[in-house]
């Protein structure tokens, strides 16, 4: 998953090109750190220079030693989450102001926390939305969390607004998958992308300024802290976080809990 930085606007990815660039820099850290205990084995006594040796020879464990290093703290961020949505379950309680979709009853329930402007989401959303086609027995939950705004730029803020008007005059999938395709998101593309949908701008743009939808978006927030959510995207199968964006990985999850 992405953090809570501001990102340039690039060309959605496919997931997996994305996820192995998120984890380059990650990857270099480990090496380096590694690389550096590799400088220092020759002062060591008890073997060092054959350890040195050994992993020049042997360059793989440093993939896999950093690979290690890095699931371990993916695992440790997903059992934080997991730990605080155990001990906050009314929080992901059905809230009838989020758009859904699939039955109420559902033995499965999918939530997404996200943002429009993170490369992360846009580059998962195609496979994410063809994940919801596959599984029409399953409720999906989308929980709009702007999140990468900075200082006097409000764009994250208000395409999670218009996307939520767009959800009380029923035209939401159509928008949200029109906001996570556009390249470069601006307060007039959104616009735009509401009127080639349909929406009523009139009646949008009283949602996007009412006190309703502020707090709903400041609960949604509320929620996210709660659970200690680090990122966007986050996905969460019947309160329990995905350890990866990949829909994939969320696939299996969906399978898993039908069982």
């Known amino acids: 998953m992405t953090d809570d930085a501001p990102a340039p606007e690039t060309k959605a990815a496919p997931a997996s090109n994305w996820l192995t660039g998120a984890r380059a820099g990650y990857l270099a850290l480990g090496v380096s750190v590694v690389a550096l205990g590799l400088a220092a084995a020759p002062y060591f006594t008890g073997g060092g ?152 701008m009139t009646r949008a743009k009283a949602a996007v300024a009412s006190p309703e939808t502020t707090r709903h978006i400041a609960d949604i927030h509320t929620t996210a802290a709660a659970l200690r959510l680090q990122g966007t995207p986050t996905f969460l199968v019947n309160g329990k976080a995905s350890p990866s964006i990949d829909p994939a990985e969320v696939g299996k999850m969906i399978e898993a809990a039908k069982r």
């Open 49 to 200: 220079e054959n350890v040195r040796a050994y992993l020049l020879k042997h360059p793989e464990v440093l993939q896999e030693a950093s690979q290690a290093l890095q699931e371990k703290g993916e695992q440790a961020r997903v059992d934080e989450t997991n730990q605080a949505a155990a001990a906050n379950a009314a929080l992901l309680k059905p809230d009838p102001r989020d758009p859904s979709f699939g039955p109420a009853d559902a033995k499965v329930t999918v939530i997404e926390f996200f943002d429009f402007r993170c490369p992360g989401c846009k580059a998962v959303a195609h496979d994410y939305r063809a994940l919801m086609a596959a599984h029409p027995e399953v409720r999906f939950v989308f929980k709009d969390w702007p999140i990468l705004d900075r200082g006097e730029d409000v764009t994250s803020q208000y395409a999670a607004r218009a996307a939520l008007a767009a959800h009380q005059q029923g035209k939401y999938l159509e928008v949200y998958d029109a906001l996570m395709t556009e390249r470069a998101l601006s307060i007039e593309a959104i616009d735009r992308i509401l009127a080639e949908h349909g929406v009523d």
